[in-house]
């Protein structure tokens, strides 16, 4: 079982969908929780970081932890056809070092 | 954040040679990372290195494959060395963030295809 689970999708979503993205994971070491955001053919862009439980609000994006549940979840409201691209969950524990999931690729159609 | 330069973006090599990829930051950083993704698979971290010291390989990964340098606080290239078509990837560097909750941030990447 890998550490960190991640559903690869592809999840296709209308434009202006709300869209949910969850990954959960197995080692309670974990503190720090991220998602990246991958378009095709470039390097992963960190769009959230948290540390604790509960929600963190960015613009469009929510991410959400919980650690008694150990399931993470990113929330895209009114999506757009540009934010079709691949998701990656990431986490770290109290080293340096982070797990990422497989990743879902998302697409929004308009 | 920390603007995260690679080169060569992409690369076709012959089996048996080697390729190093260069990663240069604009700001000094403490630990660098390397990691490989291959096609339609999330990251694998190949090694840490940091400046003045050898750089740490996870398992699965061995110095004399992926032989990495780190002259200095801004630069680190990795060598995949004696290449196989399985070493076909793309191969990303980052750097650790300022903040304390172990964000990173990475380059754009070099994707090697080896015939």
């Known amino acids: 079982q890998k550490e960190v689970e991640q559903d690869p999708g592809p999840l296709s979503v209308p434009e202006g969908a709300i869209v949910s993205l969850n990954c959960t994971y197995s080692?309670?070491?974990?503190?720090?929780f991220m998602w990246y955001r991958q378009y095709s053919r470039k390097g992963p862009e960190l769009l959230m970081y948290?540390?604790?439980?509960g929600n963190k609000e960015d613009g469009r994006f929510t991410a959400q932890v919980d650690k008694s549940s150990k399931y993470i979840s990113l929330f895209i409201r009114d999506s757009q056809p540009s934010d079709s691209a691949t998701y990656l969950c990431?986490?770290?524990?109290?080293?340096?070092?982070?797990?990422f999931g497989g990743g879902t690729r998302l697409m929004v159609k308009p | 954040s920390a603007v995260i330069s690679q080169k060569p973006s992409r690369d076709i090599c012959q089996r048996g040679t080697s390729l190093t990829i260069q990663c240069q930051v604009d700001?000094?950083?403490?630990?660098m990372f390397w990691y490989r993704q291959q096609p339609g698979q999330s990251l694998t971290l190949i090694a840490t290195?940091?400046?003045?010291?050898?750089?740490?390989?996870e398992s699965g990964f061995v110095i004399d494959k992926f032989p990495i340098s780190r002259p200095n606080l801004t630069f680190s290239t990795l060598t995949v060395s004696n290449m196989s078509p399985e070493d076909s990837s793309i191969y990303l560097c980052?750097?650790?963030?300022?903040?304390?909750?172990?964000?990173?941030?990475f380059g754009p990447g070099t994707r090697l295809t080896v015939t």
């Open positions: 980052s750097v650790e963030g300022e903040g304390a909750f172990q964000e990173q941030y």
């Open positions: 080692n309670s070491a974990f503190q720090y």
């Open positions: 948290t540390y604790s439980s």
């Open positions: 990431a986490m770290g524990d109290a080293g340096n070092m982070l797990t």
């Open positions: 700001s000094q950083v403490t630990m």
């Open positions: 290195a940091n400046q003045g010291s050898e750089a740490t390989y």
